[in-house]
């Protein structure tokens, strides 16, 4: 239940600050997710009875369990395409027929979500391309807004084809972990303009593993949760062209409340980078504290807590999707000591918990802060591309400092004239900061604001 008053906390001074606007848009997109999730029922009634009439058979039992079903979208929707994660129900689809799995593999095929039956895959025209960063920010709304059919399979065909690829993946790995609202949107763009990577930005998929790997021990290379992982990251990050490219890199920008993973995906690909993406913590906060204004799952998420019935049934959702196993919900002090203003602060201490926790056990991630990133990008991007190894030519920054004059996030609702209108947040207590920290078995943020393992710092 703590995790609702933590949410009615963090927004009921915005909310009352900008009720009607916020109202009205909440409303629009309520009533549309009712009729959207009304003609998907009626469409499904009506596909499942007309194939039984004519075939005698519900439409996935046309074909063996072990090939991929497609399925053509007729009609998409999201709540929130910012907060909301994705699921089969995004779309109103029609059953078009089954592939073999190697079907997925197709360049324009891209693991879109992921469950403990099924991965769902989305495809796309040939001309789009829903990893571009510049277009649609994160992964996430670039698969949601071009998929022309999604595919369903097997778990257990998802694991025989990435054995059959070579068990691996065949290219180069990057993966940023970040404590969110840093810049990683910024970094993405960095490397998307070297010409060299493909970037992943916030993939749902990874975030669908939070489900299956447990954060307090990591997993060995041979059990079964590091293979779950190993098919989910191959799948995800497979090569864009017939021939693997040894130069290529793939960059995977993480959810804060996957650094964890960081663990055993290092043990998995011990050739692969790991970094992790930081700024100091108020800012992070204040960040945190406007998006609700682009975020209609949250303004939904901080009304239904005021309701103790509504609130249960959610909790009992983010049990299930594996946000309050151990290690991921606050402890109760952290609800008793601190005011809104740093309930935000939880998440972004999260990731430096376990960033640092893998840090000084030994494992090869390194610090990036943002602080230092824009304060001289020469330099930063310079030695960040140094340390990944990436080939760019004769001119090692170029185009990317082009991206420092730009709102990364321009093409969402994250846009910078949105974030805007967000009501300026209060000012916080010092104390009941490294009251926090304390209790998160931290460093003092306010006074020691470079974590160790910092690049382009003596201590490194």
């Not at 906390?9 to 109202?23: D, G």
């Not at 299930?320 to 201490?349: D, W």
Request: net charge neutral; glycine share 4%.
């Amino acid at each position: 239940m703590y995790f609702f008053v933590f949410f009615q906390r963090i927004f009921v001074v915005a909310m009352i600050q900008s009720i009607v606007a916020a109202l009205s848009g909440f409303g629009k997109a309520s009533l549309c997710l009712v009729l959207f999730h009304i003609a998907g029922f009626v469409i499904i009634v009506f596909e499942h009875l007309s194939t039984y009439l004519t075939t005698g058979k519900h439409p996935s039992e046309r074909k063996h369990v072990t090939y991929a079903q497609v399925l053509k979208v007729r009609a998409r929707f999201k709540f929130d395409e910012i907060a909301c994660g994705n699921s089969l129900g995004d779309f109103i689809t029609t059953h078009e027929g089954f592939r073999h799995p190697s079907y997925v593999l197709r360049p324009h095929v891209s693991l879109y979500h992921v469950t403990p039956e099924n991965f769902i895959f989305v495809e796309c025209k040939p001309d789009d391309n829903p990893w571009h960063v510049k277009d649609h920010v994160f992964s996430r709304i670039g698969q949601f807004r071009t998929a022309t059919r999604v595919i369903v399979l097997p778990v257990s065909s998802a694991r025989m084809l990435v054995k059959e690829i070579g068990g691996k993946p065949s290219e180069r790995l990057l993966f940023i972990a970040s404590t969110g609202r840093c810049g990683s949107t910024l970094l993405s763009r960095i490397f998307e303009e070297t010409g060299n990577c493909v970037v992943y930005t916030e993939p749902m998929a990874l975030c669908d593993l939070l489900r299956h790997v447990d954060d307090k021990d990591i997993p060995d290379v041979d059990s079964k949760e590091a293979e779950f992982v190993n098919t989910v990251v191959t799948l995800l990050g497979k090569s864009p062209s017939p021939q693997p490219d040894p130069k290529r890199l793939h960059v995977f920008k993480m959810q804060p409340q996957t650094t964890y993973l960081c663990g055993v995906l290092q043990r998995l690909y011990p050739e692969a980078t790991f970094l992790f993406l930081y700024r100091d913590l108020k800012p992070i906060c204040d960040s945190f504290l406007k998006t609700w204004v682009a975020c209609p799952l949250l303004v939904a998420i901080a009304l239904l807590s005021l309701l103790p019935h509504c609130a249960g049934i959610i909790h009992r959702l983010q049990v299930r999707n594996g946000y309050s196993k151990p290690n991921r919900s606050p402890p109760i002090e952290f609800y008793q000591q601190t005011s809104h203003q740093c309930y935000v602060a939880y998440l972004p201490m999260l990731a430096m918990r376990f960033y640092l926790a893998l840090f000084h056990k030994g494992f090869r991630i390194r610090a990036i802060r943002y602080e230092d990133v824009v304060g001289d990008p020469v330099h930063a991007v310079t030695a960040l591309l140094r340390h990944c190894e990436l080939d760019t030519g004769s001119d090692p920054v170029g185009r990317n400092l082009e991206v420092f004059g730009e709102d990364s996030q321009e093409n969402c609702a994250l846009r910078k004239s949105n974030i805007q209108k967000a009501p300026r947040p209060q000012e916080w207590n010092p104390d009941e900061i490294r009251t926090l920290c304390e209790l998160m078995q931290l460093p003092d943020l306010l006074n020691n604001n470079v974590l160790p393992g910092t690049l382009l710092h003596p201590c490194d």
